[in-house]
């Protein structure tokens, strides 16, 4: 077979392209230090120097969100930590974190972490005795959802057409 003159795009090749995983991570760390400014993909795009659609693409293939969803989610983890850390209003956190609408944030904060703020809050203070020692960061990543393994568990379930888990399935072969 004979090589092919026009390069490899297929996401592996992508994902190996140390340059693009640099600027991605540049997106990244931007965005982490500042999830309370507005991100829209076009001023992503233009930190990692690359097209709007490439940017999006590539982001979600390295990180397994795209990046709106990952700036959703970073906002909802540094709100729960103000949650829990501070005596701060609710409506205080939600603009701190850079929500526009306390509807939007309650809604959000609810689809990531299936707790309303106030829920969350409530908990914390009557769970503050052990965990009061623990360092936030360390609650923080703890309670980080790892979405990369429920996105691939669910494909891997839709390819294999099941809906056992991989580890049931190891254990009958």
């Not at 392209?17 to 640099?22: E, G, H, I, K, V």
């Not at 969803?69 to 609710?90: C, F, H, N, V």
């Not at 923080?140 to 891997?156: G, M, Y």
């Amino acid at each position: 077979m004979k090589p092919s003159a026009t390069p490899d795009t297929s996401p592996a090749a992508t994902l190996q392209d140390p340059a693009l995983l640099r600027r991605l991570l540049r997106a990244k760390d931007r965005m982490d230090a500042a999830s309370h400014e507005a991100w829209p993909v076009a001023r992503l795009a233009e930190v990692s120097g690359v097209s709007e659609a490439h940017f999006a693409r590539s982001f979600k293939q390295a990180f397994g969100v795209p990046p709106h969803r990952y700036l959703l989610t970073r906002r909802i983890e540094q709100a729960s930590t103000l949650l829990r850390d501070t005596d701060l209003p609710i409506t205080d956190i939600a603009f701190a974190t850079g929500w526009e609408s306390l509807g939007t944030f309650g809604r959000i904060f609810r689809d990531i972490t299936g707790k309303s703020p106030s829920v969350l809050r409530r908990e914390a203070r009557a769970q503050a005795g052990p965990l009061a020692s623990v360092p936030a960061c360390v609650l923080k990543a703890a309670e980080r959802p790892d979405l990369t393994i429920a996105v691939l568990e669910k494909r891997r379930r839709a390819a294999d057409g099941t809906n056992r888990s991989s580890t049931t399935q190891e254990i009958e072969q």
